[in-house]
């Protein structure tokens, strides 16, 4: 019997930032009735999505990364800025900024340790913290009317401090998906 794992390597976020997302979400909800949103515990920034992948395979996939990543400095990004995905619109985001190369820098390696496990290569990365999933753009003008001043209402934009990329694991439930922390390796040293 195969044990498989739903997995991610992201940055994840301080709870004060989650914090300011989550007031923003509150702001924009009664906007937008028919998008799914992301829960307050699980705003991250995704680095490279695995999916299904055999339990078996974590400890070797830990190591392939650590080899690229550990010594890479930490660096400051600053969440902040929103947008949207996709025509229509199906995902609504907040943006990032700030040290973007050393970001690039560790969205490579990562990737770079995982194609050697055939995980498909991407060839951008946009990096951005999922708000909400759209089913429809319902409402997402009066969003766009009040966008700005509802995102520096709720504290934004603020610095996030990275020195840690963590294997995250994915449990989709019917209230939607769980994730938890599965391990973290630390940059700079």
Known sequence: MSS??????AITLPEQVRERLDRLRQRWSPLLPAAKWVEREN????????????????STLREAVARRVTGLAPFTLEVGGWGTFGRPPRVL??????DLEALAGLWRAVEEAMAGFGFAVESRYAAHVTLA????????????????????EAGLPCRVYVDELCLMVSRLTP???HYTRFLQLDLGR
Do not use: C, I, N, Y
Request: glycine residues 10%; charged residues 25%.
């Open 43 to 58: 705003f991250h920034l995704t680095v490279k999505f695995l999916g299904e992948v055999e339990a078996s395979l974590v």
């Open 175 to 177: 209230q939607g998906p």
């Open 93 to 98: 985001w907040v943006g990032v900024r700030g």
């Open 133 to 152: 999933r759209l089913r429809s753009p319902q409402g997402l003008e009066a969003v766009r009317q009040r966008a700005d001043a509802d995102v520096r």
């Open 4 to 9: 498989r794992m739903r997995l991610f390597w």
